[in-house]
């Protein structure tokens, strides 16, 4: 078995790694100053242009995108590579378009929503964002409560979403809602639809500030006319599409807490032996070299469980176990390693000056994201009992 990137996927890593280097890293300090002082860490507007600039530049655009639409029709295993390097910075940058939004359009599009939605958002010119998780109904989607009826051509669409990322800027939003109920015991069937941001009843109902500058939204929908042509795939199945798309973000986010996990790493195999504690530098401590060892080899075993799961998803094979597994296990890795080299450091571990807090709480925010740890650990599990249905 071969275990290394192909050729022009390691330029692509490296690439983006001196990418990061280079245009990323140095912005870091705004970054810590602006989250010390209770602003939002996000970059401001003429970062963001010139960095966007310089990423299409270096064609690092839509590289999961189709290629006939300006992409480069990259394989999962090219991406996990990509966004392990991505991780590595608390700059809040991603490369345009987002991958999971984008690959459950390549999925499900019709011949005029790939002209009206998913084109223009391959070429950067639109930002979307996604409402699936409801009030009281967690990460259970069979508790989705928003629903989609039938009016003559049209949807009405009446709910609430939270915890949408994005909302309030996103020019479009899929929204997941109920079109037809089952019996007690059974998933309801559900539909996706795009809806644009300036469409009657859509209503942004407040920004829900999160630790570490990060933020969510809750939207309401109330007799929110959607045209029938922008129902996103079709009717009562838009569960499948949605894994898809959660699948997604899950391997982003087992290569982004790979990339972490290797930076604080870095940050303290070049700490410890210029730290010195009652005589002896902190490399010669063995809790130090044990932490080091150990971060060393959880961050080995999650970047080959990850790779393996790209490859077998860029096979077509079904990883439903594999996502659950690499998106509890880098996730919790990673908090674990940060979490060390945060007490390696002590009071200045503590402090804003170091980009570890942001590291820590990001990790925190995934450890609940697009589904809990504690979730992916029962879905694993049942899948091995056989008791999923």
């Not at 991780?87 to 390549?106: A, Q």
């Not at 570890?356 to 995934?366: D, F, K, P, Y």
Request: hydrophobic residues 45%.
């Amino acid at each position: 078995m071969n275990f290394d990137l192909a050729d022009d996927h390691r330029m692509l890593k490296d690439l983006v790694r001196r990418f990061v280097d280079t245009e990323l890293m140095p912005l870091e300090p705004g970054v810590l100053a602006r989250e010390a002082s209770g602003q939002s860490p996000a970059l401001p507007p003429a970062d963001n242009a010139r960095i966007d600039a310089v990423s299409r530049d270096l064609g690092l655009w839509g590289l999961d995108a189709p290629e006939d639409i300006g992409g480069a029709d990259l394989p999962m295993v090219a991406i996990v590579g990509v966004n392990e390097e991505l991780g590595r910075t608390i700059v809040p940058y991603v490369l345009p378009p987002d991958s999971p939004n984008l690959r459950m359009l390549m999925a499900t599009v019709t011949d005029r929503q790939r002209t009206a939605y998913l084109e223009p958002y391959v070429r950067g010119e639109t930002i979307s964002a996604i409402g699936i998780s409801e009030p009281g109904a967690g990460s259970d989607p069979s508790g989705m409560s928003t629903r989609a009826v039938r009016d003559g051509d049209d949807w009405v669409i009446n709910g609430r979403k939270t915890w949408i990322t994005r909302a309030a800027e996103a020019d479009f939003t899929i929204v997941m809602a109920v079109t037809e109920r089952t019996e007690a015991g059974r998933r309801n069937s559900v539909s996706a639809f795009l809806i644009d941001r300036d469409t009657p009843g859509f209503n942004i109902l407040r920004q829900i500030a999160l630790i570490g500058g990060q933020s969510a939204y809750e939207i309401a929908l109330e007799d929110c006319r959607v045209p029938g042509w922008k129902l996103l795939g079709q009717e009562g199945q838009g569960f499948a599409p949605m894994q898809v798309r959660l699948g997604t973000r899950r391997i982003e986010m087992a290569s982004w807490s790979i990339g972490m996990a290797q930076r604080a790493l870095d940050m303290l195999v070049d700490y410890a032996p210029q730290r010195t504690t009652f005589g002896k530098p902190l490399s010669e401590r063995q809790a130090i070299q044990f932490w080091i060892a150990d971060a060393a080899t959880k961050i080995h075993a999650a970047r080959l469980m990850t790779y393996d799961c790209a490859w077998k998803l860029d096979e077509g094979r079904d990883v439903r176990s594999e996502i659950s597994m690499i998106k509890a296990f880098a996730v919790e890795m990673a908090y674990e390693v940060v979490d060390h080299v945060m007490q390696a450091f002590g009071a200045m571990g503590m402090t804003k000056e170091l980009p570890l807090h942001l590291m820590a709480t990001r990790l925190r925010t995934m450890r609940i994201y697009d589904g809990p740890t504690e979730v992916h650990k029962w879905v694993v599990a049942r899948n091995l009992l056989g008791t999923a249905h």
